[in-house]
C-alpha cells in the first residue's frame, strides 16, 4: 500500500521560506513522477511543481523562480523549497506519486496547511 506523509506546512510571514517534505512508502519511489499540488478555499486544486523520475521539472507559472522541486531516492523523499512566499500561497499542500510502471494509478498524501501572512 503506498503512503505519502507531508511535512513542514506552517504559518510564515510574506517573504519568507518553508520546506516541505514528502516521504513514501510502499512503492519504486525511484520509478514514480512525484508532485505538490495545492487547493485554497474555494478553489481547484493546482499543480505546482512536478519531477519526473528522470529528474525532469516543471512549475506552475505563479512560482517559477521563487519555488524549487527536488527528490531523494535513497530517502524515498521528495522536497518543495518555497522562498518568497507570498500570501496568495496560502493553501493545503498534497504530495502526489504517479508510477512508471501504472500510469493510471496516482495517490496523495493528507496534506499540509500553509498559511502565508500578509
Known amino acids: 500500500q503506498v503512503q505519502l506523509v507531508e511535512s513542514g506546512g506552517g504559518l510564515v510571514q510574506a517573504g519568507g521560506s518553508l520546506r516541505l517534505s514528502c516521504a513514501a512508502s510502499?512503492?519504486?519511489?525511484?520509478?514514480?513522477?512525484m508532485g505538490w499540488y495545492r487547493q485554497a478555499p474555494g478553489k481547484q486544486r493546482e499543480l505546482v511543481a512536478r519531477i519526473a523520475s528522470s529528474g525532469v521539472t516543471n512549475y506552475a507559472d505563479s512560482v517559477k523562480g521563487r519555488f524549487t522541486i527536488s527528490r531523494d531516492n535513497a530517502k524515498n523523499t521528495v522536497f518543495l523549497q518555497m522562498n518568497s512566499l507570498k500570501p496568495e500561497d496560502t493553501a493545503v499542500y498534497y504530495c502526489?506519486?504517479?508510477?512508471?510502471?501504472?500510469?493510471?494509478?496516482?495517490?496523495w498524501g493528507q496534506g499540509t496547511q500553509v498559511t502565508v501572512s500578509s
Open positions: 510502499g512503492t519504486i519511489f525511484s520509478l514514480n513522477a
Open positions: 502526489n506519486a504517479r508510477p512508471d510502471y501504472s500510469p493510471m494509478s496516482t495517490y
